[in-house]
Structures are given as C-alpha cells and as structure tokens.
C-alpha cells in the first residue's frame, strides 16, 4: 500500500514560481512511475509530467514543457513539481500519482490558482 499528500498549492501570479511536493508513505519498492497530473474546472484530468522508474525518463506535456520539473527525492519518498512562469491556463488541482506492479495511486490534490 502507498498513500501520497500533495503540498504546496497556492494563489500566485502570472509569471510567477510555485513548487508543488508529494509526500509517499507505504511501500515505493514496486512503483514503476510517478507522476503528476491536473485537473481544471470543466476540463478532463490530463497529465502533466511522469517519470518511469526503469528507464529513468522523464516526460512532460507539451503546454508545460521548458517551464515545469519533475524530481525524486528518494531517501525522502518525496516526489516535487517546479513551475516557472506559470500561465493562468496553469490554474487546477494538481495530484500526485504512482503506479505499482499492483495498483495507480492518487493523492487528494492540491490547488493551484494563476491571476493577477
């Protein structure tokens, strides 16, 4: 079992930096991918960055590439989100996923907000 705690979200301004972090708690031995993805009013969950553990590979949606990271802090079951200049199109509820040999877990999302 593995549960997941996103932290971070937050009302920021276009242009504007937030670092998004996930807490893993449970068993990350069998997790193939972590990831995160995001969700806005009216619009479908859609995948914002994933990175495969066998390969060592990170992927990132087209809209956030060059502006958003992806990284792993293992020896602190931790997986962050860094978003630079950030659009009000990034505005959502972004949740932490992991996929194990077992099963895709979520966190409860955190919100973040983009306006002036």
């Known amino acids: 079992q593995l549960q997941l705690a996103e932290s971070g979200g937050a009302l920021v301004q276009p242009g504007g930096s937030l670092r998004l972090s996930c807490t893993h708690t449970?068993?990350?031995?069998?997790?193939?991918?972590y990831g995160w993805f995001r969700q806005a009013p009216g619009k479908e969950r859609e995948l914002v960055s994933c990175?495969?553990?066998?390969?060592?590979?990170?992927d990132y949606a087209d809209s956030v590439k060059a502006r958003f990271t992806l990284s792993i802090n293992n020896a602190k079951n931790m997986t962050y989100l860094q978003m630079n200049n950030l659009k009000v199109e990034d505005a959502a509820v972004y949740y932490c996923?992991?996929?194990?040999?077992?099963?895709?877990?979520w966190g409860q999302g955190t919100q973040v907000t983009v306006s002036s």
């Open positions: 996923n992991a996929i194990s040999d077992y099963d895709n877990y």
């Open positions: 990175f495969t553990v066998n390969v060592g590979t990170t």
């Open positions: 449970g068993v990350t031995s069998n997790v193939n991918a």
